[in-house]
């Protein structure tokens, strides 16, 4: 199971780019039946075939469409899970222990984004999904999880520092490892 933003927060971007029609053409090509209603977790087979279809369907613009629905699932969390007097403290904090508390919430909370993967706080400046299920089979030479960067660049820049920015420099896709890794600076 996977949090329902691994979809939802795809939907808009993929609307503005092809229209209601399409989408729900895309939906349905990629065997999402069922529409998350956003109040329970969703079966990540759901998900990762969603984004798989549109990596496919879309290789020009899928990287753009994803980070887009990331900073769609940060604006989210931030709206809805993170209460605004711990935002308001991570905010205060130095740069180094926002980064601490926030990576140790993230840890916390990786089931909802990581699915049947395995989530690991590396530092609190860099993560991996190991099995990352958004991406699972797939092959590529480039790094294909821009939702996943784009959630944890989104979440940095606005409790951490203004200035963050995630990179993926491994992915499953192209690593015999199968470890997705992230890695955020500060600027």
């Known amino acids: 199971m996977i949090g329902p933003n691994a979809i ?3 939907l808009p971007p993929l609307d503005r780019a092809f ?6 053409q895309m939906l349905a090509e990629a065997g ?10 969703i079966p990540e087979t759901d998900a990762a075939r969603l984004h798989q279809f549109l990596r496919r369907d879309a290789p020009e613009i899928a ?6 629905a990331g900073r769609g699932t940060a604006d989210y969390i931030l709206a809805h899970r993170i209460p605004k007097p711990v935002q308001t403290l991570l905010k ?5 222990l926002a980064a601490r508390a926030l990576s140790g919430a993230i840890a916390k909370h ?3 984004f990581a699915g049947s993967g395995t989530f690991r706080v590396v530092s609190p400046w860099c993560f991996e999904i190991g099995q990352n299920p958004i991406v699972r089979g797939e092959t590529s030479a480039t790094p294909l999880c821009h939702w996943h960067a ?28 199968g470890i997705c890794r992230f890695d955020i600076t500060s600027g």
């Open 19 to 24: 229209g209601p029609a399409r989408t729900a």
């Open 8 to 10: 939802l927060q795809l």
């Open 110 to 112: 990786a089931w909802t």
């Open 63 to 68: 990287a753009c469409l994803s980070a887009e």
């Open 32 to 41: 999402v039946t069922a529409m998350p209603d956003g109040t329970r977790m």
């Open 150 to 177: 784009a959630v944890f660049e989104r979440l940095y820049r606005v409790l951490v520092h203004p200035a963050a920015t995630c990179v993926e420099t491994a992915c499953c896709a192209s690593s015999a490892a």
């Open 92 to 96: 205060l904090l130095p740069a180094s």
